[in-house]
T-cell receptor, first 111, second 113 residues
Framework: DGGITQSPKYLFRKEGQNVTLSCEQNLNHDAMYWYRQDPGQGLRLIYYSQIVNDFQKGDIAEGYSVSREKKESFPLTVTSAQKNPTAFYLC??????????FGPGTRLTVL | SQELEQSPQSLIVQEGKNLTINCTSSKTLYGLYWYKQKYGEGLIFLMMLQKGGEEKSHEKITAKLDEKKQQSSLHITASQPSHAGIYLCGADIGGGSQGNLIFGKGTKLSVKP
């Protein structure tokens, strides 16, 4: 079945540690996105990538980093520089300017 | 101020009742997407609207994009408990957005049996 997967579903991190969230899609989509969702808030764009080996900062990129070495994969690293990393992280993919399909999300909690 | 406003923020309806959720943009909408989210889960795509005056339906859910392309409404007919969740609108506001969307804060819908 085609789809977009994120792992792990829940992640706990100690302050000062970097952590990487996985996002994989087998939909052959060119574009991939990372969003952050906080309670009562809409989705805010962290990073996006329109093509392999290229990515752009979104609205809240500070404290995050990404890579796009393969079309299917777009991992997000939450660094220790991110001041308030506890949130629900959503990955999405799309065929350029069409609807975005979302993964199930990863809930990150900093202890 | 928020570029994409959703109203109401939350809604509780009796099963079988109709309801409407609105999404208003401060800019022209080049594409409007409706999603549904269960708490703690990803977003499920419902519908996409692109042309002013466009209307789409899926089962008991109808979405419209107004002629001036700055507002969309989502209407649910004869609501059921399965309709409960958070409804989010996402918008392509153009200007070289490259397919990036901005999202409203969501409308939380509860349906009482």
């Amino acid at each position: 079945d085609g789809g977009i997967t994120q792992s792990p579903k829940y992640l706990f991190r100690k302050e000062g540690q970097n952590v990487t969230l996985s996002c994989e899609q087998n939909l052959n989509h060119d574009a991939m996105y990372w969003y952050r969702q906080d309670p009562g808030q809409g989705l805010r764009l962290i990073y996006y990538s329109q093509i392999v080996n290229d990515f752009q900062k979104g609205d809240i990129a500070e404290g995050y980093s990404v890579s796009r070495e393969k079309k299917e994969s777009f991992p997000l690293t939450v660094t220790s520089a991110q001041k308030n990393p506890t949130a629900f992280y959503l990955c999405a993919s799309s065929l350029r300017e069409n609807e975005q399909f979302f993964g199930p999300g990863t809930r990150l909690t900093v202890l | 101020s928020q570029e994409l406003e959703q109203s109401p923020q939350s809604l509780i309806v009796q099963e079988g009742k109709n309801l409407t959720i609105n999404c208003t943009s401060s800019k022209t909408l080049y594409g409007l997407y409706w999603y549904k989210q269960k708490y703690g889960e990803g977003l499920i795509f419902l519908m996409m609207l692109q042309k002013g005056g466009e209307e789409k339906s899926h089962e008991k859910i109808t979405a419209k994009l107004d002629e001036k392309k700055q507002q969309s409404s989502l209407h649910i007919t004869a609501s059921q408990p399965s309709h409960a969740g958070i409804y989010l609108c996402g918008a392509d506001i153009g200007g070289g957005s490259q397919g990036n969307l901005i999202f409203g804060k969501g409308t939380k819908l509860s349906v009482k049996p």
